[in-house]
């Protein structure tokens, strides 16, 4: 049985793990992948969608609903603010999701992908990104996605 899934997947030895290259590069290890930085980042991304997704609902309200009363209420001065606060805060979570995404999926980019998770945190930031909890998380990521390299591996004997 072990020789007819070899002779289908040469790759695979006979436990089952992978021996081969894939497209250059070699199988990493749970070692080598910036795991701490990719998951604040993507609890950031979601912390900070989820906050924006709650507030696109407070320019929507009818002229008599509750003290903020949607656009026609306290706030009306500032409708305009009450869209574009939402939509910077969307347009950050979703590069932040996209970027935690890389980091993990992509770590000999790992930088790049930090500088970008890091700046638009800081972005949700001056926003109040998710009441501030989801871009502290996201700067934290971001910064430990630039610190990060990857574990030297040890010569077998």
């Known amino acids: 049985m072990a020789s007819r899934i070899e002779s289908h997947f040469p790759s695979l030895n006979a436990a089952g793990s992978s021996t081969a290259d894939s497209g250059g590069m070699s199988i990493r290890s749970a070692n080598d992948l910036p795991t701490a930085p990719f998951v604040l980042s993507l609890i950031a991304g979601l912390l900070i969608l989820a906050g924006s997704a709650m507030m696109t609902t407070f320019p929507i309200g009818t002229r008599y609903y509750g003290m903020m009363g949607g656009y026609y209420g306290m706030m009306q001065g500032f409708g305009g603010w009450l869209y574009g606060h939402p939509a910077v805060g969307l347009i950050s979570g979703t590069v932040i999701l996209v970027g935690a995404t890389m980091i993990y999926t992509r770590p000999g980019n790992v930088s790049t992908w930090g500088l970008l998770v890091l700046i638009f945190s800081m972005i949700s930031f001056l ?7 989801g871009a502290i998380l996201g700067i934290t990521g971001g ?4 610190a990060w390299r990857p574990q030297a591996r040890q010569a077998g004997p």
């Open 143 to 146: 910064v430990l996605a630039l």
């Open 127 to 133: 926003w109040m990104g998710s009441f501030f909890l």
